[in-house]
Nanobody
Framework: QVQLVESGGGSVQAGGSLRLSCLASRGTLSAFGVAWFRQAPGTERKFVSGITRMLYSSFTRYVDSVEGRFTISRDNTKNTVYLEMKNLKPEDTGVYYC???????????????WGQGTQVTVSS
């Protein structure tokens, strides 16, 4: 059983930066593919970025809208995955969830464990 806890959300102006953290308080996060999803008000939860489990040397993936602005990374010594977000835009606003599964995927159904989410609000 893996328990995920997100932190680092907040309110920033457009152009600002935030770093989200996804800590596994139980379980070993390096054994899982980990992704960040975003859910804006009134919309579906959507894949933003993912990092493969360590067996595959941690390949990363991003949706086009965040490519070049967001960076996903792992710190296995802290059992944590990060999402560094720069040059934030109002359309990045939403609740950000981390999720762990066998590998990374754009599909919610492929993830076994989810955190409770952290709110990111970007004002123009």
């Amino acid at each position: 059983q893996v328990q995920l806890v997100e932190s680092g959300g907040g309110s920033v102006q457009a152009g600002g930066s935030l770093r989200l953290s996804c800590l596994a308080s139980r379980g070993t996060l390096s054994a899982f593919g980990v992704a960040w999803f975003r859910q804006a008000p009134g919309t579906e939860r959507k894949f933003v970025s993912g990092i493969t489990r360590m067996l595959y040397s941690s390949f990363t993936r991003y949706v086009d809208s965040v490519e070049g602005r967001f960076t996903i990374s792992r710190d296995n010594t802290k059992n944590t995955v990060y999402l560094e977000m720069k040059n934030l835009k109002p359309e990045d606003t939403g609740v950000y969830y981390c999720a762990a599964g066998a590998d990374i995927s754009s599909y919610i159904k492929d993830y076994l464990y989810w955190g409770q989410g952290t709110q990111v609000t970007v004002s123009s």
